[in-house]
Protein backbone atom coordinates (compact mmCIF):
# COMPACT_ATOMS: atom_id res chain seq x y z
CA UNK A 1 0.00 0.00 0.00
CA UNK A 2 2.83 2.04 0.53
CA UNK A 3 4.29 2.34 -2.84
CA UNK A 4 0.87 2.16 -4.23
CA UNK A 5 0.40 5.89 -2.31
CA UNK A 6 4.39 6.52 -3.46
CA UNK A 7 3.16 6.18 -6.72
CA UNK A 8 -0.26 6.14 -7.68
CA UNK A 9 0.29 5.64 -11.41
CA UNK A 10 2.21 2.31 -10.73
CA UNK A 11 -0.08 -0.73 -11.88
CA UNK A 12 2.14 -2.74 -10.56
CA UNK A 13 2.15 -2.09 -7.42
CA UNK A 14 -1.44 -2.66 -7.64
CA UNK A 15 -1.58 -5.87 -9.47
CA UNK A 16 1.19 -6.94 -7.06
CA UNK A 17 -1.50 -5.85 -4.05
CA UNK A 18 -4.22 -7.51 -5.60
CA UNK A 19 -2.27 -10.70 -5.56
CA UNK A 20 -1.88 -10.34 -2.14
CA UNK A 21 -5.74 -10.17 -1.61
CA UNK A 22 -6.55 -13.23 -3.60
CA UNK A 23 -4.03 -15.20 -1.45
CA UNK A 24 -5.74 -14.03 1.60
CA UNK A 25 -9.01 -15.53 0.30
CA UNK A 26 -10.40 -11.81 -1.46
CA UNK A 27 -10.62 -12.72 -4.58
CA UNK A 28 -13.83 -10.37 -5.36
CA UNK A 29 -11.48 -7.41 -4.56
CA UNK A 30 -8.36 -8.52 -6.41
CA UNK A 31 -10.36 -9.31 -9.40
CA UNK A 32 -11.92 -5.71 -9.19
CA UNK A 33 -8.56 -4.19 -9.33
CA UNK A 34 -7.75 -6.28 -12.10
CA UNK A 35 -10.70 -5.49 -14.08
CA UNK A 36 -10.58 -1.35 -13.71
CA UNK A 37 -6.60 -1.55 -14.44
CA UNK A 38 -7.45 -3.49 -17.58
CA UNK A 39 -10.47 -1.41 -18.49
CA UNK A 40 -8.28 1.68 -18.43
CA UNK A 41 -6.04 0.17 -21.48
CA UNK A 42 -8.58 0.11 -23.91
CA UNK A 43 -10.40 3.57 -25.05
CA UNK A 44 -13.38 5.14 -23.72
CA UNK A 45 -15.47 4.07 -26.29
CA UNK A 46 -14.30 0.69 -26.74
CA UNK A 47 -16.80 -2.06 -26.50
CA UNK A 48 -14.18 -4.53 -25.04
CA UNK A 49 -13.77 -1.78 -22.03
CA UNK A 50 -17.64 -1.41 -21.52
CA UNK A 51 -17.60 -5.39 -20.95
CA UNK A 52 -14.40 -5.22 -18.64
CA UNK A 53 -16.36 -1.89 -16.90
CA UNK A 54 -19.57 -4.23 -16.36
CA UNK A 55 -17.84 -6.81 -15.22
CA UNK A 56 -16.16 -4.51 -13.00
CA UNK A 57 -19.40 -3.13 -11.83
CA UNK A 58 -20.76 -5.99 -10.79
CA UNK A 59 -18.49 -6.86 -8.82
CA UNK A 60 -18.54 -3.17 -7.64
CA UNK A 61 -22.32 -3.13 -6.66
CA UNK A 62 -21.87 -6.47 -4.58
CA UNK A 63 -19.15 -5.34 -2.53
CA UNK A 64 -18.93 -1.70 -2.23
CA UNK A 65 -20.45 -1.77 1.06
CA UNK A 66 -17.61 -3.19 2.94
CA UNK A 67 -14.78 -1.87 0.72
CA UNK A 68 -15.92 1.74 1.15
CA UNK A 69 -16.64 1.01 5.09
CA UNK A 70 -12.85 -0.15 5.20
CA UNK A 71 -11.74 3.47 4.24
CA UNK A 72 -14.58 5.23 6.47
CA UNK A 73 -13.01 3.23 9.33
CA UNK A 74 -9.78 4.69 8.28
CA UNK A 75 -10.69 8.23 7.95
CA UNK A 76 -13.26 8.67 10.06
CA UNK A 77 -16.29 9.09 7.94
CA UNK A 78 -19.22 7.13 8.94
CA UNK A 79 -19.51 3.68 7.55
CA UNK A 80 -22.26 2.38 5.21
CA UNK A 81 -25.41 1.18 6.50
CA UNK A 82 -25.04 -2.57 5.97
CA UNK A 83 -27.82 -5.21 4.91
CA UNK A 84 -30.34 -5.97 7.60
CA UNK A 85 -30.13 -9.17 9.20
CA UNK A 86 -31.86 -10.42 11.38
CA UNK A 87 -35.95 -10.00 12.76
CA UNK A 88 -35.15 -7.10 15.03
CA UNK A 89 -32.77 -5.07 11.90
CA UNK A 90 -35.69 -5.62 9.54
CA UNK A 91 -38.05 -4.38 12.05
CA UNK A 92 -35.65 -1.43 12.61
CA UNK A 93 -35.82 -0.84 8.67
CA UNK A 94 -39.05 -1.01 8.49
CA UNK A 95 -39.85 1.36 11.54
CA UNK A 96 -37.32 4.09 9.88
CA UNK A 97 -35.20 3.56 13.02
CA UNK A 98 -32.25 2.91 10.77
CA UNK A 99 -30.91 3.68 7.36
CA UNK A 100 -31.61 1.89 4.06
CA UNK A 101 -28.63 -0.18 2.84
CA UNK A 102 -25.90 1.56 2.13
CA UNK A 103 -26.74 5.19 4.02
CA UNK A 104 -25.70 7.54 3.66
CA UNK A 105 -24.06 6.96 0.83
CA UNK A 106 -25.25 6.19 -2.88
CA UNK A 107 -23.87 5.11 -5.80
CA UNK A 108 -23.27 5.75 -9.15
CA UNK A 109 -21.22 4.13 -12.07
CA UNK A 110 -18.00 3.73 -9.77
CA UNK A 111 -18.34 6.64 -7.58
CA UNK A 112 -19.95 6.81 -4.42
CA UNK A 113 -21.81 10.39 -3.25
CA UNK A 114 -24.65 11.25 -0.54
CA UNK A 115 -27.55 13.67 -0.75
CA UNK A 116 -27.46 16.98 -1.79
CA UNK A 117 -28.21 18.64 2.09
CA UNK A 118 -25.41 16.65 3.34
CA UNK A 119 -23.30 18.06 0.36
CA UNK A 120 -23.77 21.64 1.06
CA UNK A 121 -23.31 20.90 4.95
CA UNK A 122 -27.10 21.86 6.39
CA UNK A 123 -26.36 20.14 9.48
CA UNK A 124 -22.04 21.58 10.18
CA UNK A 125 -21.51 19.00 12.57
CA UNK A 126 -21.48 16.20 9.73
CA UNK A 127 -18.68 14.72 9.07
CA UNK A 128 -20.02 14.46 5.68
CA UNK A 129 -20.79 18.36 5.24
CA UNK A 130 -18.77 19.28 2.31
CA UNK A 131 -17.82 15.57 1.32
CA UNK A 132 -19.31 15.30 -2.75
CA UNK A 133 -18.02 12.09 -4.46
CA UNK A 134 -15.22 9.44 -4.13
CA UNK A 135 -14.80 7.70 -7.62
CA UNK A 136 -12.95 3.80 -7.77
CA UNK A 137 -10.30 4.40 -10.59
CA UNK A 138 -8.07 1.25 -10.99
CA UNK A 139 -9.45 -0.83 -8.15
CA UNK A 140 -8.95 1.73 -5.89
CA UNK A 141 -11.02 5.14 -3.91
CA UNK A 142 -8.29 7.48 -5.75
CA UNK A 143 -10.40 10.62 -6.89
CA UNK A 144 -12.04 12.58 -3.41
CA UNK A 145 -13.96 15.43 -4.11
CA UNK A 146 -14.78 17.65 -1.40
CA UNK A 147 -14.91 21.50 -0.30
CA UNK A 148 -12.13 22.28 1.83
CA UNK A 149 -14.39 24.93 3.65
CA UNK A 150 -15.02 21.57 5.86
CA UNK A 151 -12.00 21.86 8.05
CA UNK A 152 -12.65 18.32 9.30
CA UNK A 153 -12.51 16.58 6.28
CA UNK A 154 -9.49 18.95 5.04
CA UNK A 155 -7.82 18.95 8.00
CA UNK A 156 -8.11 15.09 9.44
CA UNK A 157 -9.77 12.73 6.85
CA UNK A 158 -7.83 13.44 3.53
CA UNK A 159 -4.40 13.19 6.04
CA UNK A 160 -5.98 9.57 7.07
CA UNK A 161 -6.44 8.61 3.28
CA UNK A 162 -3.22 6.81 2.45
CA UNK A 163 -3.25 4.42 5.44
CA UNK A 164 -6.30 2.52 3.00
CA UNK A 165 -5.77 4.07 -0.55
CA UNK A 166 -3.64 6.50 -2.68
CA UNK A 167 -5.10 10.24 -3.60
CA UNK A 168 -3.89 10.15 -7.19
CA UNK A 169 -7.11 13.20 -8.24
CA UNK A 170 -8.65 15.32 -6.31
CA UNK A 171 -11.61 17.61 -7.01
CA UNK A 172 -11.50 20.81 -4.31
CA UNK A 173 -14.27 23.37 -4.04
CA UNK A 174 -12.71 25.96 -2.03
CA UNK A 175 -14.84 29.23 -1.62
CA UNK A 176 -13.15 32.79 -1.21
CA UNK A 177 -10.93 33.34 1.64
CA UNK A 178 -10.87 29.79 2.43
CA UNK A 179 -7.65 28.34 3.56
CA UNK A 180 -5.72 26.13 1.38
CA UNK A 181 -4.77 23.01 3.52
CA UNK A 182 -1.52 22.06 2.47
CA UNK A 183 0.08 18.84 3.61
CA UNK A 184 2.36 15.81 2.68
CA UNK A 185 -1.00 13.98 2.29
CA UNK A 186 -0.88 15.85 -0.97
CA UNK A 187 1.96 14.13 -2.43
CA UNK A 188 0.51 11.53 -4.74
CA UNK A 189 -1.48 13.54 -6.46
CA UNK A 190 -1.23 13.84 -10.25
CA UNK A 191 -4.52 15.84 -11.18
CA UNK A 192 -5.95 18.60 -9.42
CA UNK A 193 -9.25 19.89 -10.05
CA UNK A 194 -9.90 23.28 -8.26
CA UNK A 195 -13.64 24.91 -8.26
CA UNK A 196 -14.86 28.83 -7.42
CA UNK A 197 -11.40 29.77 -5.26
CA UNK A 198 -9.22 33.05 -5.27
CA UNK A 199 -5.95 34.16 -5.89
CA UNK A 200 -4.61 33.12 -2.22
CA UNK A 201 -5.63 29.35 -3.18
CA UNK A 202 -4.50 29.50 -6.58
CA UNK A 203 -0.86 30.87 -5.09
CA UNK A 204 -0.63 28.64 -2.39
CA UNK A 205 -1.32 25.62 -4.99
CA UNK A 206 1.52 26.81 -7.24
CA UNK A 207 4.02 26.67 -4.71
CA UNK A 208 3.35 23.89 -2.56
CA UNK A 209 6.05 21.54 -1.88
CA UNK A 210 3.71 18.58 -1.92
CA UNK A 211 2.46 19.02 -5.40
CA UNK A 212 5.38 18.70 -7.11
CA UNK A 213 4.43 15.57 -8.64
CA UNK A 214 0.99 17.66 -10.30
CA UNK A 215 1.03 17.19 -14.23
CA UNK A 216 -2.57 17.82 -14.50
CA UNK A 217 -4.97 21.11 -13.50
CA UNK A 218 -7.94 22.46 -14.02
CA UNK A 219 -9.53 25.67 -12.03
CA UNK A 220 -13.48 26.28 -12.88
CA UNK A 221 -15.29 29.24 -11.84
CA UNK A 222 -19.19 28.13 -11.20
CA UNK A 223 -20.30 29.67 -14.75
CA UNK A 224 -23.69 29.98 -12.83
CA UNK A 225 -22.57 33.04 -10.71
CA UNK A 226 -24.93 35.68 -11.30
CA UNK A 227 -22.09 38.73 -10.44
CA UNK A 228 -20.35 38.48 -13.85
CA UNK A 229 -18.39 41.39 -12.42
CA UNK A 230 -16.60 38.66 -10.04
CA UNK A 231 -16.68 35.86 -12.53
CA UNK A 232 -14.61 38.11 -14.66
CA UNK A 233 -12.34 39.05 -11.96
CA UNK A 234 -11.24 35.44 -10.94
CA UNK A 235 -11.30 34.63 -14.82
CA UNK A 236 -8.73 37.25 -14.86
CA UNK A 237 -6.38 36.09 -12.03
CA UNK A 238 -5.02 33.82 -15.36
CA UNK A 239 -2.68 36.55 -15.99
CA UNK A 240 -1.06 36.52 -12.49
CA UNK A 241 -1.08 32.76 -12.50
CA UNK A 242 0.53 32.86 -15.60
CA UNK A 243 3.95 33.26 -14.16
CA UNK A 244 4.62 29.91 -11.97
CA UNK A 245 7.10 28.29 -12.84
CA UNK A 246 5.59 25.50 -11.63
CA UNK A 247 3.52 25.24 -15.11
CA UNK A 248 6.56 24.20 -16.83
CA UNK A 249 5.48 20.49 -15.56
CA UNK A 250 2.13 19.94 -16.41
CA UNK A 251 1.05 17.87 -19.42
CA UNK A 252 -2.51 18.25 -19.28
CA UNK A 253 -4.44 21.98 -18.44
CA UNK A 254 -7.79 23.14 -18.55
CA UNK A 255 -9.53 26.75 -17.64
CA UNK A 256 -11.80 29.07 -18.96
CA UNK A 257 -10.94 31.81 -21.23
CA UNK A 258 -13.40 34.39 -21.38
CA UNK A 259 -11.95 37.30 -21.85
CA UNK A 260 -9.46 38.70 -23.94
CA UNK A 261 -6.78 39.05 -21.57
CA UNK A 262 -6.86 35.23 -20.22
CA UNK A 263 -6.38 34.26 -23.85
CA UNK A 264 -3.36 36.63 -23.99
CA UNK A 265 -1.94 35.83 -21.10
CA UNK A 266 -2.23 31.65 -21.97
CA UNK A 267 -1.21 32.64 -25.24
CA UNK A 268 2.15 34.60 -24.16
CA UNK A 269 3.05 31.78 -21.29
CA UNK A 270 6.12 30.12 -21.90
CA UNK A 271 5.86 28.08 -19.02
CA UNK A 272 2.99 26.03 -21.16
CA UNK A 273 5.55 24.96 -23.65
CA UNK A 274 5.25 21.27 -22.36
CA UNK A 275 1.29 20.79 -22.00
CA UNK A 276 -0.11 17.58 -23.79
CA UNK A 277 -3.53 18.70 -23.54
CA UNK A 278 -5.83 21.69 -23.41
CA UNK A 279 -9.07 22.25 -22.67
CA UNK A 280 -10.98 25.47 -22.64
CA UNK A 281 -13.97 27.16 -22.13
CA UNK A 282 -14.20 30.20 -25.03
CA UNK A 283 -17.69 32.01 -23.12
CA UNK A 284 -19.92 32.04 -19.83
CA UNK A 285 -23.09 31.64 -22.03
CA UNK A 286 -24.40 31.92 -25.32
CA UNK A 287 -24.93 35.58 -25.04
CA UNK A 288 -22.05 36.31 -24.04
CA UNK A 289 -19.97 34.55 -26.74
CA UNK A 290 -18.87 37.90 -28.57
CA UNK A 291 -15.55 37.57 -28.76
CA UNK A 292 -15.04 33.39 -28.52
CA UNK A 293 -13.57 33.30 -32.01
CA UNK A 294 -11.28 35.68 -31.36
CA UNK A 295 -9.93 34.30 -27.82
CA UNK A 296 -9.44 31.01 -30.03
CA UNK A 297 -7.15 32.29 -32.78
CA UNK A 298 -5.53 34.11 -30.10
CA UNK A 299 -4.87 30.54 -28.35
CA UNK A 300 -4.47 29.01 -31.95
CA UNK A 301 -1.10 31.35 -32.92
CA UNK A 302 0.70 31.05 -29.54
CA UNK A 303 3.98 29.18 -30.24
CA UNK A 304 3.82 27.98 -27.01
CA UNK A 305 1.14 25.79 -27.57
CA UNK A 306 2.48 24.38 -30.21
CA UNK A 307 3.27 21.14 -28.62
CA UNK A 308 -0.62 20.03 -28.05
CA UNK A 309 -1.78 16.52 -28.86
CA UNK A 310 -5.37 16.82 -27.61
CA UNK A 311 -7.08 19.96 -28.01
CA UNK A 312 -10.37 20.39 -26.00
CA UNK A 313 -12.57 23.32 -26.58
CA UNK A 314 -16.24 24.55 -25.30
CA UNK A 315 -18.12 26.95 -27.78
CA UNK A 316 -19.88 28.74 -29.14
CA UNK A 317 -18.32 27.92 -32.63
CA UNK A 318 -18.22 30.27 -35.67
CA UNK A 319 -16.24 29.55 -38.89
CA UNK A 320 -13.40 31.50 -38.36
CA UNK A 321 -13.12 30.29 -34.91
CA UNK A 322 -12.95 26.57 -36.17
CA UNK A 323 -10.75 28.07 -39.01
CA UNK A 324 -8.04 29.20 -36.79
CA UNK A 325 -7.97 25.65 -34.98
CA UNK A 326 -7.43 23.96 -38.33
CA UNK A 327 -5.94 26.02 -40.42
CA UNK A 328 -3.28 27.63 -38.68
CA UNK A 329 0.04 25.22 -38.52
CA UNK A 330 0.75 25.59 -34.79
CA UNK A 331 -2.21 22.75 -33.75
CA UNK A 332 -0.69 20.69 -37.17
CA UNK A 333 0.60 17.66 -34.72
CA UNK A 334 -2.85 17.53 -32.99
CA UNK A 335 -4.06 13.62 -32.58
CA UNK A 336 -7.68 14.57 -31.24
CA UNK A 337 -9.93 17.22 -31.77
CA UNK A 338 -13.32 17.24 -29.00
CA UNK A 339 -15.66 20.56 -29.93
CA UNK A 340 -18.18 20.63 -27.06
CA UNK A 341 -21.41 22.53 -27.40
CA UNK A 342 -22.33 25.32 -24.95
CA UNK A 343 -25.71 24.35 -24.32
CA UNK A 344 -27.04 20.55 -24.79
CA UNK A 345 -28.27 20.33 -28.27
CA UNK A 346 -27.48 23.23 -30.06
CA UNK A 347 -25.88 23.86 -33.14
CA UNK A 348 -21.77 24.46 -34.17
CA UNK A 349 -23.14 27.55 -36.19
CA UNK A 350 -20.50 26.58 -39.26
CA UNK A 351 -18.45 23.40 -39.99
CA UNK A 352 -17.30 24.90 -43.27
CA UNK A 353 -13.53 25.27 -42.79
CA UNK A 354 -14.01 21.19 -42.04
CA UNK A 355 -14.34 20.55 -46.08
CA UNK A 356 -11.57 22.54 -47.19
CA UNK A 357 -7.97 20.80 -46.92
CA UNK A 358 -6.54 18.25 -44.43
CA UNK A 359 -4.95 20.39 -41.82
CA UNK A 360 -4.78 18.08 -39.57
CA UNK A 361 -2.38 15.23 -40.90
CA UNK A 362 -2.21 13.52 -37.44
CA UNK A 363 -5.67 13.87 -35.90
CA UNK A 364 -6.51 10.28 -34.82
CA UNK A 365 -9.93 11.36 -32.68
CA UNK A 366 -12.51 13.61 -33.74
CA UNK A 367 -15.38 14.07 -31.43
CA UNK A 368 -18.80 16.16 -31.21
CA UNK A 369 -20.44 16.83 -28.10
CA UNK A 370 -23.99 17.72 -27.28
CA UNK A 371 -24.26 18.89 -30.84
CA UNK A 372 -27.24 19.25 -33.04
CA UNK A 373 -26.21 18.19 -36.59
CA UNK A 374 -28.14 19.54 -39.61
CA UNK A 375 -28.33 18.08 -43.10
CA UNK A 376 -26.31 20.61 -44.44
CA UNK A 377 -23.71 20.01 -42.24
CA UNK A 378 -23.61 16.48 -42.20
CA UNK A 379 -22.42 17.29 -46.18
CA UNK A 380 -19.26 19.11 -44.83
CA UNK A 381 -18.60 15.94 -42.64
CA UNK A 382 -19.41 13.53 -45.44
CA UNK A 383 -16.79 15.87 -47.79
CA UNK A 384 -14.79 16.38 -45.11
CA UNK A 385 -10.96 14.17 -45.07
CA UNK A 386 -11.02 13.84 -41.53
CA UNK A 387 -13.56 11.13 -41.26
CA UNK A 388 -12.00 8.99 -44.05
CA UNK A 389 -8.89 8.60 -41.68
CA UNK A 390 -9.59 8.92 -38.60
CA UNK A 391 -9.55 5.68 -36.03
CA UNK A 392 -11.74 6.78 -33.39
CA UNK A 393 -15.12 9.24 -34.32
CA UNK A 394 -17.84 10.14 -31.77
CA UNK A 395 -21.37 12.43 -31.75
CA UNK A 396 -23.18 12.69 -28.71
CA UNK A 397 -26.42 14.81 -29.86
CA UNK A 398 -29.05 14.83 -32.40
CA UNK A 399 -29.68 15.16 -36.04
CA UNK A 400 -32.35 16.93 -38.19
CA UNK A 401 -32.73 13.08 -39.96
CA UNK A 402 -31.78 10.82 -37.40
CA UNK A 403 -31.00 7.66 -39.85
CA UNK A 404 -29.97 8.74 -42.88
CA UNK A 405 -27.47 11.04 -41.49
CA UNK A 406 -26.40 8.32 -39.18
CA UNK A 407 -25.68 6.24 -41.94
CA UNK A 408 -24.07 8.86 -44.59
CA UNK A 409 -21.66 9.20 -41.84
CA UNK A 410 -21.06 5.60 -41.75
CA UNK A 411 -20.40 5.58 -45.63
CA UNK A 412 -17.56 7.72 -45.75
CA UNK A 413 -15.88 6.25 -42.97
CA UNK A 414 -12.43 3.69 -43.66
CA UNK A 415 -13.76 0.00 -41.78
CA UNK A 416 -10.18 -0.42 -41.85
CA UNK A 417 -8.85 2.39 -39.91
CA UNK A 418 -11.59 2.65 -37.56
CA UNK A 419 -11.38 1.68 -34.17
CA UNK A 420 -14.33 3.00 -32.69
CA UNK A 421 -17.27 4.47 -34.43
CA UNK A 422 -19.82 6.11 -31.43
CA UNK A 423 -23.16 7.41 -31.71
CA UNK A 424 -24.79 8.45 -28.35
CA UNK A 425 -28.55 10.58 -28.21
CA UNK A 426 -31.22 10.32 -26.38
CA UNK A 427 -33.38 10.51 -29.00
CA UNK A 428 -32.23 7.88 -31.00
CA UNK A 429 -34.11 4.86 -31.45
CA UNK A 430 -32.49 3.17 -34.37
CA UNK A 431 -34.82 0.72 -36.41
CA UNK A 432 -32.95 -2.96 -36.43
CA UNK A 433 -32.41 -3.09 -39.95
CA UNK A 434 -30.26 -0.12 -39.80
CA UNK A 435 -28.62 -1.23 -36.68
CA UNK A 436 -27.70 -4.39 -38.49
CA UNK A 437 -26.42 -2.14 -41.40
CA UNK A 438 -23.66 -0.60 -39.18
CA UNK A 439 -22.97 -3.76 -37.22
CA UNK A 440 -21.98 -5.18 -40.48
CA UNK A 441 -19.89 -2.44 -41.19
CA UNK A 442 -18.07 -1.84 -37.86
CA UNK A 443 -18.76 -5.37 -36.26
CA UNK A 444 -17.52 -4.98 -32.08
CA UNK A 445 -15.83 -1.28 -33.51
CA UNK A 446 -19.47 0.30 -32.95
CA UNK A 447 -20.29 1.82 -29.79
CA UNK A 448 -23.97 2.57 -29.93
CA UNK A 449 -25.79 2.15 -26.37
CA UNK A 450 -29.24 2.75 -27.49
Known sequence: MAAIVADPSDDVARLIYADCLQEHGNAARAEFIRLQIEAERHHPHSNTRADLDQRAYALFAAHWIEWWGEVCTAVGLPRPAREPAGRFSRFALRAGLRGMTGAPYDFGSFALGCDVRTQLGSDPSSKLAGWFRTGFRRGFPDSPSIALSSGWLAHRALPRWSSVSPVKTLGARVPVRTFWNDGPYLTGVRSLSLYDCDQTVLDAVLRSP????????????????????????????????????RLARLKRLALQVWTDQAARAVASCAHLAGLVELEVSLAKDLSSGVGAARRLLTLSRSPHLAGLRSLTITGPFEANG???????????????????????????????????????PELEEFRLMGVHLTPDQINILVRSPLLKRVKHYAHRGTYTDDFGSIIRLSEVVDPIKIETFSIEGNDIDLPPHLAAILREKFGDRLHFPF
Open 322 to 360: IESTIRYATWTGLRKLVLVALRSESELNDLTPFSGPDNL
Open 210 to 245: HLAALEDLSWWINDGEDDDEVVYQFVDHTAMVMRYA
